[in-house]
Every structure is written in C-alpha cells, then in structure tokens.
C-alpha cells in the first residue's frame, strides 16, 4: 500500500496532492537533533500550515472525509493520476449521509467567509451593489454556482486547486527572493547619491569587504550527496562515519516514523551546510539568504531523488539514489553568493515599477492633501456663517431691548412688561382703599372727597 501524504496519519494520500508545499523549517530548529520518538497510536498530530487561503477548509474536508471507511480504503490504494484526474471525487457519491451533510455545512461555512471577505474588500473602496455570485468566481477551490451541498466537483476542484496553487508555490518564493535582492541593491545605490565622493568611496569598500568576508567559508558539500549525509551522520547524528549506512540514515531522519522523508525532513538535512556559510551574529551574513538556499537545496534533492514527483521520498527511492554515481562523485554545488541573482536590465526595470508606484502614491497623496483643504475650507466657511448667525441673533436682541421690547423667553412669553403695563398691573391688583397692606413706609394720601364741604 503506497501512501501519498506529508501528514501522517491523518489524510493518508490525498494531501500529496493538496499539500506539496510546505514553509522552511525555522531556523532556530535543528531537526536532525531530534530524536524520532514513536508515534502514539490515536494521537492528535499537528500538521504544518500550506500557506494557502484557504488552508482550514482544506484540512476540514479531509479530516470528514478520513472519518468514511470506504473513501478511506479508495485513498489507501489511489495513486496520484486517479486523485489528479477527478477519477476520486467520482467516489465521494458512496460515502455515508452523515459524511455528506458535514461537508454540506463546510462549504456553506466557507461559502459565508469569502462573502464576508469580498464585503470588506469591496467596503473598504467604498463600493456599493456587491455581486458576491460573479466575485466569488475568482475563488477556484470550489464550485460557487451551488454554495449549498458539496458534491464530486467540489473535491475535485479542491484538489486541483491545491495541486496548482503548491507546485507554483517554491516559484513564487524564488520570484519573492530576488524582489528582496533587488530591492537591497535599490536601497543601496539610493543611500550612495546621498553621501560625497570620499563618503560613497568609503562605504563601497566595505560593501566589498563584507562581500569577500561572507564569501570566505568551509566548501560546502552539494546536498544529497554521499559526504553531505555522512557529514550529518557523523556531526548531528553521533555516529562513526566509516559505519555510515542509508538505510539507517533514512530512518533516523524520518522523524515522525510515516516512511517518508518529507520537504521539511529534508530541509532539516541541509543545517551542517548552511551553518558554513550563515551566522546570525555576523552583519555579512543574510538569514533571509539563508531560508533560499535551503529551499533551493531541498528542490535540487527532489528533482534528483523523488522519482514519482510527488513531493516525497520512499525508502525506495533514496536507496537507488545512493547508488547513482552523483551521490558518490557529486559535482560541485555553487551558493548563493556565487551566482549573479539578477541582471542590470532587470534591476533597472524593477527600478521603473517603484518609480512608477511611487508618483501613483504621490499623486494619490496630492489628491488626499487636496481633499483635505477642501473640506477644511468647508469648515471655515460654516465656522464664518455660524458666527455670522449669532451676530445677527446678537443685535436683533439689543435691537428689541432699544425699542421698548424685551426678549422673549423660551416659550416665547415676554421676560419684562413694559412699564406702562407694569404699572397698569399694579393698580388692577392695588386699587386705592383696598385691604391690602401697605409697604413699610408708605404713607397713604388722604382720599379727595366728592361730598359738598360746609363752612
């Protein structure tokens, strides 16, 4: 039985497919330090992220799909043409009910975030009447015309989009590095027009002396090859080099026990090497630098050793690469440092698009600036007719209050009475003779008489 996974015992051999891409191991991590402990039986194992967008889906569907006992047996004698081909998918129609109806809810769940996605993106330019069914054609891993059931076409474009997206994905790390290559050169030419002739003189000496210093290391073995693995052997693993025996070398090294040297069991190989060549304490010496000529190590060993191509290697397929007569007399292996990462021509065009994005930034930056004044002038402008407002409010006040009449309250009652009307008041409520007492005082006028007066 032949299985096709970088996932032990969890997805068995539709992953080789699905995950044939994995990150660098980190640097700070020697796996060929590690003991291979056995693996517990029922034991949950975590599995490496592939980087894609949509990675906990993926390992969702495989996860329910595992759980089916006959799609479980179809993936233990499939080889990877049938799981390519849709020849696989075809098998989903057999799987349970339950089975099915968990994968329904995965891919409407799915279905929900990348709408979620697009609304945000979309809100976010501020864009309105969103057509989520055309948008979500630019998501290839399932079939958006049924967001509702997951069926043989789902699987299939799953797996195919998988397969595409990580076989394209050591291609789009190289075009990465060599971006970040170009883009120290940039930075450096740029920082030299700041500084005078003797300055620029100065720093491209020592540009060059650190270029020497970091080109002055052990020779490096060519990975794979019989003096790299005994070196391993002998440095990491503690052992006699004259005992060396791949056999025993292959189980060492396959770390979580599952019969396969995967890309990161690999990667882990080429330490002893890199650390001739990198120290992270050295200002000379790049750590990113580093992570590619790992990588490049890793494919130059798959193309060489993994002779099905499907990401990994069998026992089978290491023991006949050590009897080729490259693993004996390998040819010399060139690093980094000793080949030319880009041309002129190419550092100039990746010039003229940062040149490019930079006046589209400042143009857009104009444009905000402009937007900006704009809408303080606005400001302004209301703040003026605002003030003006309450001038005018202002001196309509005083005009009342000059003229006799006084401000309205609130509820527009008047605050004062005029005082005609104050003292008409008054005499309604204190009419001559009333009973009303006096003020302390007030003296009280005598009434005139109207009655004929006698002498």
């Not at 009910?97 to 994968?103: A, G, Q």
């Not at 891919?107 to 979309?122: F, H, T």
């Not at 002396?209 to 440095?235: A, N, Y």
Request: hydrophobic share 30%.
């Amino acid at each position: 039985m032949k299985r096709l996974s970088v996932l032990p015992q969890q997805c068995l051999l539709l992953l080789t497919c699905l995950l044939m891409a994995l990150e660098a191991v980190p640097i700070d991590i020697d796996k060929t330090k590690v003991k291979a402990e056995g693996h517990v039986e029922g034991e949950k194992v975590e599995n490496p992220d592939t980087g894609l967008y949509y990675d906990e889906y993926l390992r969702q569907v495989i996860d329910v799909l595992e759980t089916d006992k006959h799609f479980r047996e179809k993936l233990q004698t499939a080889d990877i043409e049938e799981i390519k081909s849709g020849k696989l998918s075809r098998e989903l129609d057999l799987v349970s009910h339950h089975v099915r109806t968990r994968l329904d809810e995965l891919k409407r769940q799915e279905v929900a975030r990348l709408r979620m996605l697009i609304k945000a993106k979309m809100d976010s330019v501020q864009d309105t009447g969103i057509d989520h069914q055309a948008l979500l054609k630019q998501f290839e891993h399932l079939n958006h015309q049924n967001p509702d059931t997951f069926e043989p076409k789902d699987l299939d474009m799953l797996i195919k989009a998988a397969t595409s997206d990580l076989e394209n994905y050591d291609k789009t790390r190289h075009e990465e590095f060599k971006k970040y290559e170009m883009m120290k050169e940039h930075e450096r030419r740029e920082y030299l027009k700041t500084l005078d002739e003797e300055k620029r003189k100065k720093e491209e000496s020592k540009f060059e002396e650190m270029k020497k210093k970091h080109g002055d290391h052990p020779k490096v073995h060519h990975p794979g090859s019989k003096d790299q693995l005994k070196e391993v052997w002998e440095e990491a693993d503690g052992l006699d080099p004259n005992e060396f025996d791949p056999k025993t070398f292959f189980k060492l090294h396959d770390v979580n026990n599952d019969g396969f040297l995967d890309e990161q069991e690999l990667e882990a190989l080429f330490t002893k090497e890199l650390e001739k060549v990198y120290d992270p304490k050295n200002e000379e010496d790049d750590m990113v630098e580093m992570e590619e000529e790992r990588l490049r190590m890793r494919e130059h060993v798959m193309n060489e050793v993994d002779i099905n191509k499907d990401r990994l290697v069998t026992l089978e397929e290491f023991l006949r690469a050590t009897e080729k007569k490259e693993f004996l007399e390998p040819d010399s292996w060139e690093t980094l440092d000793q080949q030319q990462l880009f041309t002129e021509d190419e550092l100039k065009e990746f010039e003229n698009h940062i040149s490019q994005q930079e006046d589209a930034l400042r143009k857009k930056a104009e444009e905000l600036q402009k937007q900006k004044e704009e809408l303080q002038r606005q400001h302004d402008q209301l703040q003026a007719q605002k003030q003006e407002l309450q001038q005018v409010v202002k001196q309509m006040e005083q005009k009342k209050l000059q003229q006799g009449s006084p401000p309205a309250g609130p509820g527009g009652e008047l605050k004062i009475q005029p005082p005609a009307e104050h003292k008409a008041a008054e005499a309604a409520q204190h009419p001559a003779g009333g009973d009303q007492p006096l003020p302390p005082g007030h003296v009280q006028e005598p009434a005139v008489r109207t009655d004929p007066v006698h002498p």
